[in-house]
């Protein structure tokens, strides 16, 4: 694997991969302080394409003013050491100047998929998200893009914006991956203290509870919505920022008198000062009271 | 020249060309209702690659509600047989529904570059601009995109949006063509009346001494600014939008205690309901009086 920290590197490096291997680049842009879940995205990249590239940029971008930037966990020499034993063939690892040499003016907005759920928590995130990954494709030009559905969100608004702009990526969301009590894992379980990790793995119990209930034949949003949150509140270091019941991939509310083909229960709830994000994406036409 | 209308079949045709001849491709996104200054864009295409592009495309979403969207001089026939016989290899022709398939969700905006000027008179302009150009860039993936500096604010921001964006494209400003009375090239020049169109040059006349004006030693901007306005105001069918002079390429107004290399004097002109718009760089540092 080589590491490479500059964007005119990175660029010459995979023009040269690519003459020699004739094949399809792969690639995941990621904050690091990697868990299993980036693994299977490499997995799943490594099933796919010749050439595999990572990238590790925690975006400044991203972060709100009162946000965790500063303290976002980071550890990139155990990132490259999982990178690399993972099949990883180049590992992008540029500093905040060789990303943003120049104050920047362009701004990208996806509407609709971005202002509700985590869009309405954190203003501005997903606009940063928006630029720095379409900065990201413009570097690595991929073929693929890996991305995890614990952050369906920025799937979605990903995928609206390469369909609005036309970018030449394919998008493929990858299941998420969870700690065997069931909690997704995420970089900021680190930040939880043990009381907080042993409350936490209610996020999923809740949600897979909405998704037996949907199974025996509760499809109205509003009480899906309530099972969940009640669920959640049952966990005394729990503070829910949001729980909603959409149409998905949209992301846009529930239409009472369209049955849609699938619904996303999504959550945030803040342990302390952790804020954890989970969601399950719900098949109506798969429901057995639905057939 | 093959004459292409779907966005797939250009990105095939565009792949075969590129396997055969294994050389750059040079792009010009255009509005069509073509004049001797795209003409010149082609020639400056030719000269660099050996795969010419061109777009005709008039992209309702940089037209403003009350602007010319619907009466925009279109001629896509004379435009064609233009294009083949300057060599153009392939004409992109999409209609609204191919480029805009669904509602655009994702917006980009440039700011400060697009603020002044032409962005202050035509509100949203510039995003439009921008969002249609990066999904052209993104259909097209040129090596280089010829612009031409009658709209020198547009090759501002999209060179602005270029750089922030890391899009993998050279852009290549050239020159502004000129009719033999020195009126700016333009294909909104049909809509003047006879009239209008023989004191259209005034625009021209007074950039030019301005240009005479600061090689004689008139460095203050206010004072070319009002030379400008003044000379202008003589034709009696203009209506001035705006006059300005700032600095270039950064389009930001001009900072007392600092000489900038470039200046641009930049003038949008109302004659009865047509708007034109000309401009003059000037190189400070090769001004006599500056040496």
């Known amino acids: 694997m080589e590491t490479i920290r500059t964007i005119q590197g990175l660029r010459s490096k995979l023009a040269g991969l690519r003459r020699e291997r004739e094949t399809t680049v792969g690639f995941m842009p990621t904050l690091g302080y990697m868990h299993e879940g980036h693994l299977s995205l490499i997995r799943a990249a490594k099933a796919q394409d010749g050439i595999v590239v990572l990238s590790i940029f925690v975006n400044p971008l991203q972060f709100g003013p009162n946000e965790d930037f500063a303290k976002y966990p980071r550890d990139t020499a155990r990132d490259l050491k999982m990178a690399e034993e993972a099949g990883v063939d180049v590992a992008f690892v540029p500093d905040v100047e060789e990303m943003y040499p120049t104050p920047m003016r362009t701004k990208v907005s996806v509407s609709e998929v971005s202002e509700r759920l985590c869009g309405a928590s954190r203003p501005g995130h997903f606009d940063g998200v928006a630029a720095v990954v379409l900065k990201l494709f413009n570097i690595v030009q991929p073929d693929h893009a890996y ?110 008198q369209v049955t849609p083909k699938q619904l996303i229960v999504a959550v945030a709830v803040r342990f302390g000062k952790t804020r954890l994000i989970d969601n399950r994406i719900l098949d109506l036409e798969r429901m057995p009271s639905h057939v």
Not at 159 to 168: C, F, I, K
Not at 248 to 255: I, M, R, V
């Open 147 to 256: 991305f995890g559905l614990k952050d369906a969100q920025q799937v979605a608004v990903i995928e609206q914006m390469v369909h609005d702009l036309n970018v030449p990526v394919k998008i493929v969301p990858c299941p998420t991956l969870r700690e065997s009590d069931g909690l997704a894992m995420s970089s900021r379980n680190v930040y939880l203290s043990p009381e907080e990790r042993s409350q936490a793995p209610i996020l999923n119990r809740a949600l897979a509870e909405a998704e037996e209930a949907l199974q025996n034949g509760e499809v109205r949003p509003e009480q899906l919505r309530q099972l969940v949150a009640n669920r959640i509140s049952e966990a005394s270091l729990s503070d829910i920022d949001y729980v909603e019941v959409m149409q998905y991939p949209s992301l846009t509310p529930l239409d009472p």
